[in-house]
């Protein structure tokens, strides 16, 4: 759907040029490894769904005011509704939805083309409903969430936008493509009020 193209491409706007592999151990620590971004992008995004299994990240800068100190982006296994008969997939979403409360800012894509198919349920699902909901409520992420409706490069993805507002009527949502970079300065500007 694109989280780990949008890490990389945001990164590289914002000229980083290493993202880190954490792997996250039984006793919480991190180990870092360093991977230039041209060769991130080859080797962590892909077709394949649950490509991304663990938290990965890349250290940017913002460039605007207080922001422009060190702001960790981190990229996170994708959610689904259903219970993954994998563990390392039901892992890699638990370490998701635990590192949404300890986020700043929290952006949330979804596949805006995808949405705007034959099967649009594929696209936005109960979980991402949920996740929505508890952004909105009183708690951790109110005010710090928004929706990037991604994709928009695709011809599908208008008719999906649409779909996709609909669906997070409480929610700021910003269309964008990880592909391209359209997008990318109303994110920037998104994440740097809030950190
Ligand atoms: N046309 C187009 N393709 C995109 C865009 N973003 C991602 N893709 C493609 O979608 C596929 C999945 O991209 P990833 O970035 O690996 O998706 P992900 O959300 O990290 O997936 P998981 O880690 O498996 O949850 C790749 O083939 C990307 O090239 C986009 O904005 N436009
Ligand atoms: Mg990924």
Same mark, same amino acid.
């Given at each position: 759907m694109g989280k780990t193209l949008f890490l990389c491409n945001f990164a590289a706007s914002l000229g980083a040029r290493a993202v880190q592999l954490f792997a996250v151990t039984s006793d919480g620590s991190r180990a870092a490894q360093d991977l230039p971004l041209a060769r991130a992008r080859e080797i962590l995004?892909? $077709? %394949? &769904?649950? #490509?991304? =299994?663990a938290l990965q990240g890349v250290q940017i800068r913002? *460039? %605007? *005011?207080? #922001?422009d100190e060190a702001v960790q982006l981190l990229d996170s296994a994708g959610l689904a509704d259903r219970v993954h008969p994998d563990g390392a997939v039901r892992a890699g979403m638990a370490q998701a939805l635990r590192a949404l409360r300890e986020a700043d800012a929290v952006l949330h894509m979804v596949d805006a083309a995808l949405a705007g198919g034959p099967d649009p349920a594929a696209a936005v699902g109960e979980v991402d409903r949920q996740i929505a909901a508890f952004a909105a409520a &009183? *708690?951790?992420l109110r005010g710090r969430y928004a929706v990037l409706a991604n994709k928009? $490069? =695709? &011809?599908r993805a208008a008719a999906g936008l649409r779909r996709v507002r609909a669906a997070f009527p409480g929610s700021l949502v910003i269309p964008v493509s990880a592909l391209t970079g359209a997008g990318f300065r109303e994110v920037r500007l998104f994440v740097a009020d809030r950190i």
């Open positions: 995004v892909s $077709d %394949r &769904p649950h #490509a991304t =299994l913002l *460039g %605007r *005011g207080k #922001a &009183p *708690g951790p928009t $490069d =695709l &011809p």
